[in-house]
């Protein structure tokens, strides 16, 4: 058997052209257009790559997105000087920043982002919402994969799903999510890590897997079980001279030995990543049809 392959660009179409509308009704009844600022800082090719493809991704759905760049050397007290200005401007309903940051604290970047603004979902206060099943902004990649469940017609309730991988970006979120009482949870979920001991034992009893690890190719067919549902989280550029640019994108799965004995799976690249970047936009969205309740 080979299984079906969960194309993320498919889904993520769909969620689009919903969302599409919602900006189309917002400008109309509220006269809001949706805005996204992004602060990008130092200048280092992958963050460069995903910022190019969130900004591509509001000019497609008509979502206003200004970019703030800045030298990888600036205090962190003068970004979080940037970070209140864009708090306090109504224009803007959603703030980026892109992870990780070159020389600057982290925790106290996130934690200076309004939680009405924090897109990304990395606040505390949203997190927090999350981890007690409070309406918050969900994190754009844990969405996304409950999203392309759901939307594929994979049934979570009831299922033991094994998560690898215990980032607060991806693994933890995305194991609280799924084990609570909701439409895509009430799973028995499994988090595996590197202090796991024989993390095949766990995969191969799992019925959904989901992988985020950072290590490519590293889950193979004989770490699955049959017909299992195979999420596949890892995105890692490995050096390949037959390209062009001298690198392709491979996940954390070895996708062609899985995909035998597989029911679905999801491809790297075009499975969780054009998920992530639409939930994003969902949640720019989301943040403006909030700041109607105010008007």
Known sequence: MTGRRLDGRVIAEQIQR????????LKKNYNISPGLAVILVGNDPASLSYVRAKTD???????????????ENISTEFLLDEIESLNA???IHGILVQLPLPN???????????????????????????????????????YGVLKMLSVSGIQVDGKHVVVVGRSSLVGRPIANLLSQKRDTGNA????????????GKFTREADILIVATGQ???????????????????????????RERGWRLIGDVDY????????????VPNGVGPMTITMLMNNVVLAARKSTVHH
Not at 226 to 236: Q, R
Not at 256 to 266: E, F, G, L, N, P
């Open 18 to 25: 919903e969302l599409l509308d919602q900006v189309g009704a």
């Open 57 to 71: 991704a509001c000019i497609k759905l008509g979502i206003e997105s200004s970019q703030l760049n800045f030298d």
């Open 89 to 91: 401007n109504p224009d």
């Open 104 to 142: 600057q604290e982290e925790d106290s970047v996130i934690n200076t982002i309004s939680p009405e603004k924090d897109v990304d979902g990395l606040h505390p206060v949203n997190l927090g919402r999350l981890m007690r099943g409070e309406d918050g902004f969900l994190p754009c990649t844990p």
């Open 188 to 199: 028995t979920v499994t988090l595996c890590h590197t202090g796991t001991q024989d993390v």
């Open 216 to 242: 490519p190719g590293a889950f193979t067919g004989k770490m699955v079980k049959e017909d299992a549902v195979v999420i596949d989280v890892g995105v890692n550029r490995i050096k390949d001279s037959s």
């Open 256 to 267: 062609d030995s899985v995909r035998k004995k597989v029911a679905a799976i999801t491809p």
